[in-house]
Structures are given as structure tokens and as C-alpha cells.
């Protein structure tokens, strides 16, 4: 465990919440900025640049000119490579302030910024530089009279908006296979988490990419985040949010120059428990880990938990011993579990949820109030729902918070039909001894990732994203730079 004073360190930060366009931090052009408030104590940390049209549209045109004249694109791929290993290099050397900035701005446990946020980051940086220099194209099987090649060019301006969640895990997503394939980046970080991204510029220039490439402007979504997305001069955009806020980023492609867009949406992801599967404590520590970490503000969190009913009173016990390990805590405190939801609006967002579980008739069986309110923070205890029915608010509507709705099922038709009966098709998990019966289930699951016997497996090696309402495309592995990437055929005549 740390042994770093975090609170010590907190008091004296002084985060930099200025914009950086084409290599310079610089102000909004209006000079308006917006105050961000920590929701660990609701304590100022500083002012941060307001960005508007005029701020996008100055970054973007930074980006289109260095995309436009190769200064990045046209670097032979294993110099790109050698920046983003330096770039990884710096994220891992400045792992503290960053995890301070990044637990600061938006409430989680400053225990899992410097395990997980900043390590993840590098690496996803870092494997997409490897791959650079290993990545061939194809020539086609055509006739002796012609060459086909068909090669991967990098796309040019890539806007990408993300959230406030895992803000530099969504980034590094968007940034990784982006700037490897050769592109320019705009990045606009959630009003809610803005500091870590702006950081993360600085180091990039740092390391050796050009200024242009990676610029970040911060500001609110009807402002920055839609003149971003309408841009003329943006060639894709790379969504992570809610699925409400993804529809309006096809209508923005639509009105303007049908720029590629790939939406990473919200989830409602099935946990599925089968009578068969022995080792039920395993089970419902796993639940417990997966739903209450960040606070239960996780695309994929497992929140619809389905058991069958031979199974269930066992399964809600053992559940509802797991949950009170993770009561909130300060999320500077390096012992703590649960941090801070985001803020106010989040909790009572959350609290309202609660609400329509009683309402409805569930039965909370632990938590379901909020915590540490004396700290001037957001907290929210890790709260379990018996007796849900996939039709109920709780069960249909993704809450991001921690608040778990069991639903009892009788057969294997049943489970896979209340499994499937969501918008969403983002994470799926399905609990059983029986090979044909995980198998089978595996299949039948309409999500972008399954898991059998565990949930929290995960690499940047492979494919993230969702089916149906859950998004389109794929972040993380080789396949993520099918985003940012066109393809062209070139052919030859050979005489
Ligand atoms: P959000 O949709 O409210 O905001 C996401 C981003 O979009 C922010 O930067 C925001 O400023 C911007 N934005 C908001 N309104 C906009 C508008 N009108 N025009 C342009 N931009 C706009 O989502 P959030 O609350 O920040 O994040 C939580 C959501 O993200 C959840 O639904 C969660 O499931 C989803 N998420 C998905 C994944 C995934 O990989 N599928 C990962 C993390 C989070």
C-alpha cells in the first residue's frame, strides 16, 4: 500500500485547466472558463478554459494543417513508434500526479488511479506502438495484367469525446490506434474530468509529437463537444458516453460532412448464475468486486444479476455479506474500496434510482443510502435490490452507480431471454459447471464481450464494444484501427 501523505500532495496541487492547441496552452478565446469542484469534498481546484466554436475550430485547424503537411503521418513508422514508447515512458514516470489528478476530478479511489488508470494508459499507448512497425498491407490475387495493393492510410482529423469514468483509459483508447495509424487528434474530455487529458498533451509534446497532432479542448458537450462534432473539417469522430448522447453524434455526422462516427454507448450487462455452478461464494465476490469498483460507474458493470431461483436465497446472502466491504471511503485514503460518484447530479441521479426500486417493489437487502454527506462529497453505499423484474426502471435503465438488481429465473430458456431483453449488449457473463450449458449460453448472449466463470478478465489485446444499443465498432486491439484508418485499392497495369 502507499505510504505516500495524498492529502498533503491534494493541497498542493494547482492544476493547469487551460486548453492545449497546437502545442501551446492557451486560454478559451472568450476567455470564459468554467470553475471544477472535486467531488471528494466539493473543494475548488481550479478554473478550467471554457471552450467554445471558435476553440474547436482553432484546434481542429491546427490538426488539419499538421495532418496535411506529414510532420506526424509522414514520420517513418518506427520513429512514431519510438514518440508514443517515449510518450507511454513519461505517463508511467508521472504515474502520481497524474493518479492525485485523476482521483481528485473525479471521486475513485486513489488505490485503483495509480494501479490501474495510469498503468492501463501507458500500456495501451505503448502496445499501439509496437504495432506500428508490424503491421502490413495486402496485394490482391488478380490476374498477371495487374497489381491490386490495397493499403491502410491514416484518416486525418479524429475528434474524440469521452467521459468522465476512466477519463485517460477512454482517451488512450481513442489516442492509441489514432495517432499510431498517423492521424491528428482533437480531444475533448468530459466538463466533468478535464485535467488528466490536458496533461497528457503536455506530455505527448514532451516526448516528441509535433505540435498539432493531439491538441485538447475542454468545455461542455452543447458547446465543445457538438462544435467538435459538427466540424467540416473532422474526419471521424470517436464516441465514448451515454447512448442518448451518441444518437445526437449520427445526427451531428448527418448535418455536416457524414463523418465517420463510432459510439461506445452504456450497458446493462447480464450476470447469469446457474444452479450448477458450485463454488457460489466465488461467484458473489466476483459480482460484488465487479459492480462496486469505481463506484459502480463503469459501462460494463454487471448490474443485472440473474440467478436461478433453486440457487437464489443463497446466492442474495452470500452477495449481501460481499457488499459492505466496500463502504465508501475517502478516496485519498490509499486503504479505500468505493470512492465518490462524479457529483451532485450523479447522486441523486443514483439516489433517484434507489427510490424507483422501492417503489417498484424490490427489496434492498444492503445499502441504499447515501454516505460521508458531512464531507460536502458524493457517496452512495454499495446497495443490492432482491425480487427485480427485468421489466422494473432499475432493471432496464443503466444507472452508473453501485446498485445491483437480482432477478430470479427458472430455466436456461428463461435466463437467455431475460438476458437478451435489454436496449444494451455491451458485457455478459454466464456461471456454470456444464461445458455444453457455458458454451451454449456464451453463444446465445447478444454482447460484445462474454465471459464464462469469471468477468473481470481483461487486456488491450482484445475487442471492446457493443452490440445493438451498446455502440458500434470496437475500441482496444488491432481491430481498433479499422476506425481510424481508410482503406484504398491501387491498381497497377503491368504490361
Ligand atoms: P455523456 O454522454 O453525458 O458525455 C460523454 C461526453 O460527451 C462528454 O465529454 C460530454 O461533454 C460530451 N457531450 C455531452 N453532450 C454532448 C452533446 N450534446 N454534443 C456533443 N458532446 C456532448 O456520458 P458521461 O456521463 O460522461 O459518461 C457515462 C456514459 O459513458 C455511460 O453511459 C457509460 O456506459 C458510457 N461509457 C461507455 C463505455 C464503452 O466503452 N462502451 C466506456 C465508458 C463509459
Known amino acids: 500500500m502507499s505510504t505516500i501523505d495524498w492529502a498533503a500532495r491534494a493541497a498542493d496541487l494547482r492544476p493547469d485547466g487551460r486548453a492545449l492547441i497546437d502545442g501551446k496552452r492557451v486560454d478559451a478565446a472568450d476567455g470564459q472558463t468554467f470553475a471544477?469542484?472535486?467531488?471528494?469534498?466539493?473543494?475548488?481546484?481550479?478554473?478550467?478554459?471554457?471552450?467554445?466554436?471558435?476553440?474547436?475550430?482553432?484546434?481542429?485547424?491546427?490538426?488539419?494543417?499538421?495532418?496535411?503537411?506529414?510532420?506526424?503521418?509522414?514520420?517513418?513508422?518506427?520513429?512514431?513508434?519510438?514518440?508514443?514508447?517515449?510518450?507511454?515512458?513519461?505517463?508511467?514516470?508521472?504515474?502520481?500526479?497524474?493518479?492525485?489528478?485523476?482521483?481528485?476530478?473525479m471521486g475513485k479511489p486513489i488505490q485503483y488511479s495509480l494501479s490501474v488508470d495510469v498503468p492501463s494508459t501507458a500500456r495501451?499507448?505503448?502496445?499501439?506502438?509496437?504495432?506500428?512497425?508490424?503491421?502490413?498491407?495486402?496485394?490482391?490475387?488478380?490476374?498477371?495484367?495487374?497489381?491490386?495493393?490495397?493499403?491502410?492510410?491514416?484518416?486525418?482529423?479524429?475528434?474524440?469525446?469521452?467521459?468522465?469514468?476512466?477519463?485517460?483509459?477512454?482517451?488512450?483508447?481513442?489516442?492509441?490506434?489514432?495517432?499510431?495509424?498517423?492521424?491528428?487528434?482533437?480531444?475533448?474530455p468530459s466538463e466533468k474530468s478535464p485535467y488528466t487529458a490536458l496533461r497528457l498533451a503536455e506530455l505527448a509534446i514532451e516526448a516528441g509529437i509535433p505540435p498539432g497532432v493531439f491538441n485538447v479542448v475542454p468545455g461542455f458537450g452543447h458547446e465543445a463537444g457538438e462544435a467538435l462534432a459538427l466540424h467540416m473539417e473532422v474526419d471521424a469522430i470517436g464516441f465514448t458516453g451515454s447512448t442518448r448522447v451518441g444518437r445526437r453524434m449520427l445526427d451531428y455526422a448527418g448535418r455536416s460532412n457524414l463523418k465517420r462516427v463510432y459510439n461506445e454507448l452504456g450497458g446493462k450487462s447480464a450476470f447469469v448464475v446457474f444452479d450448477d455452478f458450485k463454488d457460489l461464494a466465488r461467484a458473489a465476490r466476483t459480482v460484488a468486486g465487479s459492480m462496486f469498483f469505481n463506484q459502480g460507474?463503469?459501462?460494463?458493470?454487471?448490474?443485472?444479476?440473474?440467478?436461478?431461483?433453486?440457487?437464489?436465497?443463497?446466492?442474495?446472502?452470500?452477495?449481501?455479506?460481499?457488499?459492505?466491504?466496500?463502504?465508501?471511503?475517502?478516496?485519498?485514503?490509499?486503504?479505500?474500496?468505493?470512492?465518490?460518484?462524479?457529483?451532485?447530479?450523479?447522486?441523486?441521479?443514483?439516489?433517484?434510482?434507489?427510490?424507483?426500486?422501492?417503489a417498484e417493489g424490490g427489496r434492498c437487502v444492503t445499502g441504499g443510502r447515501q454516505a460521508r454527506a458531512e464531507t460536502g462529497g458524493y457517496y452512495v453505499e454499495p446497495t443490492v435490490f432482491d425480487g427485480i423484474r427485468n421489466d422494473m426502471k432499475i432493471a432496464r435503465e443503466e444507472i452508473f452507480g453501485p446498485v445491483m438488481s437480482v432477478i430470479r429465473f427458472q430455466d436456461e430458456a428463461e435466463a437467455l431471454a431475460l438476458a437478451n431483453g435489454s436496449a444494451y449488449g455491451l458485457q455478459a457473463s454466464v456461471w456454470s459447471d456444464n461445458i455444453n450449458r457455458a458454451h451454449r449460453v456464451a453463444r446465445g448472449l447478444r454482447a460484445g464481450t462474454v465471459h464464462v466463470n469469471q468477468y473481470d478478465e481483461d487486456d488491450i489485446t482484445v475487442p471492446f464494444g457493443g452490440y445493438k444499443q451498446s455502440g458500434n465498432g470496437r475500441d482496444k486491439s488491432l481491430h481498433a484501427f479499422d476506425k481510424y484508418t481508410e482503406l484504398k485499392t491501387t491498381w497497377i497495369r503491368i504490361d
Open 124 to 188: 495501451c499507448i505503448a502496445w499501439y506502438a509496437e504495432a506500428v512497425d508490424k503491421i502490413y498491407d495486402e496485394i490482391a490475387p488478380t490476374p498477371d495484367s495487374a497489381l491490386a495493393l490495397i493499403t491502410r492510410e491514416a484518416m486525418g482529423v479524429i475528434g474524440a469525446i469521452v467521459p468522465w469514468n476512466y477519463p485517460m483509459i477512454m482517451a488512450a483508447w481513442k489516442l492509441g490506434p489514432a495517432l499510431a495509424a498517423g492521424n491528428s487528434v482533437v480531444l475533448k
Open 36 to 105: 471544477k469542484h472535486s467531488p471528494i469534498d466539493n473543494r475548488l481546484l481550479g478554473a478550467v478554459a471554457r471552450g467554445q466554436a471558435a476553440d474547436i475550430d482553432a484546434a481542429v485547424l491546427a490538426a488539419r494543417a499538421a495532418f496535411d503537411d506529414r510532420r506526424w503521418a509522414g514520420k517513418a513508422p518506427a520513429v512514431r513508434k519510438k514518440i508514443l514508447q517515449r510518450f507511454a515512458d513519461k505517463i508511467l514516470a508521472a504515474k502520481e500526479e497524474l493518479a492525485l489528478l485523476e482521483t481528485l476530478d
Open 297 to 358: 460507474e463503469s459501462c460494463n458493470a454487471p448490474s443485472r444479476v440473474l440467478v436461478q431461483a433453486s440457487v437464489a436465497d443463497e446466492f442474495v446472502r452470500l452477495v449481501a455479506a460481499e457488499a459492505p466491504k466496500y463502504a465508501p471511503g475517502d478516496p485519498l485514503n490509499p486503504a479505500t474500496e468505493l470512492g465518490a460518484l462524479v457529483d451532485e447530479t450523479q447522486l441523486k441521479t443514483v439516489l433517484g434510482y434507489i427510490d424507483a426500486g422501492h
